[in-house]
């Protein structure tokens, strides 16, 4: 075993379900009130950690966090037993109840961001979990997932796990999928690239006028002092206002990147050009060689069918001979002007030779394709033998799993099923199993 990226996806929760919960996020706004297919949405999660795993990829699953957060509504002035703070919350404000059953945590590219230790002074691999304070239902997963990473990376001699940022708007902070690792090889020192949506210290800068920025750069650069990132290889980029207003809520709907290629719209950052310069000038002066940038062009694709067949979410992953495959959502296929793209980007001259479609419309549903549903962690040799070993993914977990899901989860959910009292059973039960599954501390869920 080498140096190598894993995969963790989260496995989506039994509660899955569409509360347009996610101002800005076009997708949830559009399938708000619609039924969801938590078991469809769960299984379809689980066939893409397959089918990346046999490409080489190292593949590992997060679990859901137990749901509903009671803590939560509790907090919020709900009381009585269990049962009745459900039905408190279902007569006085169901938004509330909507938070605190939402299945979230499933996007794992927002969980945290993580540096791996080539890039980090003290050679270890840091890990900042995401307050995620720009959205009530997803600032409820912070405090568990802290717990779930201490728990999985808890070896300190290669880990360290730090605490989400202060739960403040000039703190606001969504993991990964604002952040991209660009680098010549896997294991040698990588350029990291933070792209924020706003400043809250900061005047002058240009803001979206309809949507939320969600991301702050004293976020970002917080974390890249936590992470002890050197500053020559460490970029702010702010991500386009334009982008935001058109229903790109995380840079990752815009933008991705893997070693030494990025694939981005044009539309994707303020002062492009000048952007896409820096990146390249940083990366030949620090991780050696040359970055390719395929920089897809607006009026071949533009920015509202990049939202609506996600192109850019897709996973690009190295294969073992150096090329790189696109993992897509369905819904490029779909979309004349998507196809063109990935057309185009097969023939280029760039390291991209190979694609492959993936169903994950229950995901896409509420704005996360297969990008959303994976965090990357490049991980040595000695750091896979410290993970927790019950989390990663193997032929015989994907059939335990789906046995799982298959034996716990609705095929049917509406928002209005989240105050039926089954629903807890069922949910606590699954969990319980879950953590037989995955070889957890029962409490941990
Ligand atoms: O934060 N959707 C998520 C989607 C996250 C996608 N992640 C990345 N782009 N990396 C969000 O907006 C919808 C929940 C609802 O409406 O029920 C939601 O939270």
């Given at each position: ?7 963790f ?12 919960l996610?101002?800005g ?35 590992a ?7 509903p957060?009671?803590t ?17 919350a279902?007569?006085?404000?169901p ?6 059953f939402?299945a ?21 691999l840091?890990l900042?979990?995401a307050n995620l ?5 997803r600032?409820?997963e ?7 990473m ?5 070896d300190e001699?290669h880990f360290?796990?730090h605490p ?6 000039a703190?606001?902070?969504?993991g ?7 680098a ?5 020192p990588?350029l990291?690239?933070?792209v924020?949506?706003r ?8 803001l979206?006028?309809r ?14 002092r ?10 702010f980029?702010?991500q386009?206002?334009i982008a935001i ?11 991705v990147?893997?070693?030494?290629t ?15 310069d ?10 050696g ?5 395929i920089q897809?062009?607006?009026?071949s ?18 294969r ?18 998507a ?8 023939d ?8 492959e ?7 896409m ?10 965090l990357?962690?490049?991980?040595t ?11 990663l ?7 335990r ?5 298959n034996?716990?989860y609705r ?14 059973e ?16 029962q409490d941990?869920?």
């Amino acid at each position: 075993m080498t140096t190598r990226e894993f995969n963790f996806d989260g496995i989506v929760g039994p509660t899955h379900n569409y509360s347009g919960l996610s101002y800005g996020n076009v997708a949830s706004t559009l399938q708000k009130n619609a039924p969801s297919n938590p078991r469809a949405a769960a299984l379809q999660g689980l066939e893409k950690m397959r089918r990346v795993s046999t490409l080489g990829i190292g593949q590992a699953v997060l679990p859901p966090l137990r749901r509903p957060c009671l803590t939560f509504l509790r907090r919020v002035g709900m009381e009585g037993n269990d049962r009745q703070i459900i039905e408190r919350a279902a007569a006085t404000d169901p938004v509330l109840l909507a938070a605190a059953f939402s299945a979230s945590n499933m996007w794992t590219a927002n969980v945290a961001t993580v540096s791996p230790s080539a890039d980090c002074d003290d050679g270890r691999l840091h890990l900042t979990v995401a307050n995620l304070t720009s959205n009530l239902h997803r600032s409820l997963e912070s405090a568990s997932t802290f717990r779930i990473m201490q728990f999985v990376f808890a070896d300190e001699r290669h880990f360290v796990v730090h605490p989400p940022l202060p739960a403040a708007q000039a703190f606001s902070d969504e993991g990964a999928a604002n952040h991209t690792r660009l680098a010549n090889r896997i294991d040698g020192p990588g350029l990291e690239c933070f792209v924020y949506g706003r400043s809250a210290m900061r005047a002058g800068a240009q803001l979206p006028h309809r949507f939320p920025a969600r991301q702050t750069l004293e976020a970002s650069q917080a974390i890249a002092r936590l992470h002890q990132l050197a500053p020559a290889r460490t970029v702010f980029v702010q991500q386009n206002p334009i982008a935001i207003d058109g229903g790109v809520f995380h840079n990752d709907v815009i933008a991705v990147g893997n070693q030494n290629t990025l694939l981005c719209h044009e539309q994707a950052f303020v002062d492009q050009a000048q952007t896409l310069d820096q990146l390249k000038q940083q990366f030949a002066d620090e991780c050696g060689g040359t970055l390719c940038v395929i920089q897809i062009a607006t009026k071949s694709f533009s920015l509202d069918d990049a939202v609506k067949s996600y192109f850019f979410n897709s996973q690009l992953l190295s294969r073992a001979d150096g090329h790189m495959t696109l993992i897509c959502p369905i819904e490029c296929k779909e979309l004349d002007s998507a196809r063109f793209c990935i057309e185009t980007t097969l023939d280029g001259d760039n390291p991209i030779d190979q694609v492959e479609y993936f169903d994950l419309r229950q995901s896409m549903l509420n704005g996360g394709g297969p990008a959303c549903l994976r965090l990357r962690v490049v991980l040595t040799d000695s750091q896979q033998q410290a993970v927790h070993d019950g989390i990663l993914f193997s032929e015989d977990l994907y059939q335990r799993l789906v046995q799982w899901v298959n034996a716990h989860y609705r095929q049917r959910l509406l928002p209005d099923d989240l105050r039926d009292p089954r629903l807890v059973e069922e949910v606590d039960s699954a969990m319980m199993e879950l953590t037989e599954i995955l070889q957890l501390p029962q409490d941990l869920l």
